[in-house]
T-cell receptor
Framework: NAGVTQTPKFQVLKTGQSMTLQCAQDMNHNSMYWYRQDPGMGLRLIYYSASEGTTDKGEVPNGYNVSRLNKREFSLRLESAAPSQTSVYFC???????????FGQGTRLTVV | GENVEQHPSTLSVQEGDSAVIKCTYSDSASNYFPWYKQELGKRPQLIIDIRSNVGEKKDQRIAVTLNKTAKHFSLHITETQPEDSAVYFCAAIRYDYKLSFGAGTTVTVRA
């Protein structure tokens, strides 16, 4: 049982490059989330998807876009990477509102 | 939107002592309050949670209390052990599925 799988685990980008972080869950969860984690700032919500077909902005959506491709997959796209987007990115999923969220292993992104 | 504040940011305790972490939330519509533990280099994992219709919940050495009127909730760890050293996050979720986290508390248990 894989749970939540993120790819890639590590990535280095040059300023201005674009990339997509992939996330897939095999628990038949309805809700999915993207967070970024920076030292001293906790987990900040970028975007979330309450259910298949819906997406909403979180606390720090600027510079990102998301796609809920189907119930299993929720991708995060950086159109033009900036050094301020250097961070560890976590994807998470939960059955629905008010249930445990399970996290992926994280993606460490460095923008130079 | 929901704003979750967490204190303290760091906490050092002697092994065997208790540790208390406090969080406040801003949106009275929040109804689910989980706590996550993150060990160095690993993903956050749920350790305990509480719903808005419950005032207190306990699981072995860990307990959580909720005061809806004051909009704050706390994590209590008793008889701390070295393996309790980690970063702890509180969180709150609203009816619209937005799950917001506090900034985290780094707990160090001294042997």
């Amino acid at each position: 049982n894989a749970g939540v799988t993120q790819t890639p685990k590590f990535q280095v980008l040059k300023t201005g490059q674009s990339m997509t972080l992939q996330c897939a869950q095999d628990m038949n969860h309805n809700s999915m989330y993207w967070y970024r984690q920076d030292p001293g700032m906790g987990l900040r919500l970028i975007y979330y998807s309450a259910s298949e077909g819906t997406t909403d902005k979180g606390e720090v959506p600027n510079g990102y876009n998301v796609s809920r491709l189907n119930k299993r997959e929720f991708s995060l796209r950086l159109e033009s990477a900036a050094p301020s987007q250097t961070s560890v990115y976590f994807c998470a999923s939960s059955e629905t509102q008010g249930y445990e969220a399970f996290f992926g292993q994280g993606t460490r992104l460095t923008v130079v | 939107g929901e704003n979750v504040e967490q204190h303290p940011s760091t906490l050092s305790v002697q092994e065997g002592d208790s540790a208390v972490i406090k969080c406040t939330y801003s949106d009275s519509a929040s109804n689910y309050f989980p706590w996550y533990k993150q060990e160095l280099g690993k993903r956050p994992q749920l350790i305990i949670d509480i719903r808005s219709n419950v005032g207190e919940k306990k699981d072995q050495r860990i307990a959580v209390t909720l005061n809806k009127t004051a909009k704050h909730f706390s994590l209590h760890i008793t008889e701390t052990q070295p393996e309790d050293s980690a970063v702890y996050f509180c969180a709150a979720i609203r009816y619209d599925y937005k799950l917001s986290f506090g900034a985290g508390t780094t707990v160090t248990v001294r042997a």
